[in-house]
């Protein structure tokens, strides 16, 4: 799967995902023409919950799509903790 600027995620509700005729409109190339399912081995993992799957699938589109957040973390956003005070890095 490769993301590419203006693609759209959506995801379902845990217990029955998206509905058919959802399903069906993303089958659609007018509206991109992909749907994707995140593999999981049941051997060690059950389920995914809905938040998971969108971290892992915005966290794939994020880094396909060259944020520069994945990049370069900003200093401003590393905190460490000094003495029981939260400092960001540029603090310390």
């Given at each position: 799967m490769t993301y590419k600027p203006g693609d759209w995620l959506v995801f379902g509700s845990e217990p029955s995902g998206l509905p058919p005729?959802?399903?069906?409109?993303?089958?659609?190339?007018?509206?991109?023409?992909?749907?994707?399912?995140?593999?999981?081995?049941?051997?060690?993992?059950?389920?995914l919950n809905l938040s998971v799957c969108v971290g892992i699938a915005v966290y794939e589109a994020s880094r396909q799509l060259?944020?520069?957040?994945?990049?370069?973390?900003?200093?401003?956003?590393?905190?460490s903790e000094v003495n029981g005070k939260a400092l960001t890095s540029t603090e310390l």
């Open positions: 005729e959802v399903l069906t409109d993303c089958a659609n190339e007018v509206y991109g023409g992909r749907t994707i399912r995140i593999p999981i081995l049941e051997t060690y993992v059950r389920c060259g944020y520069e957040q994945f990049d370069d973390v900003s200093s401003e956003f590393i905190e």
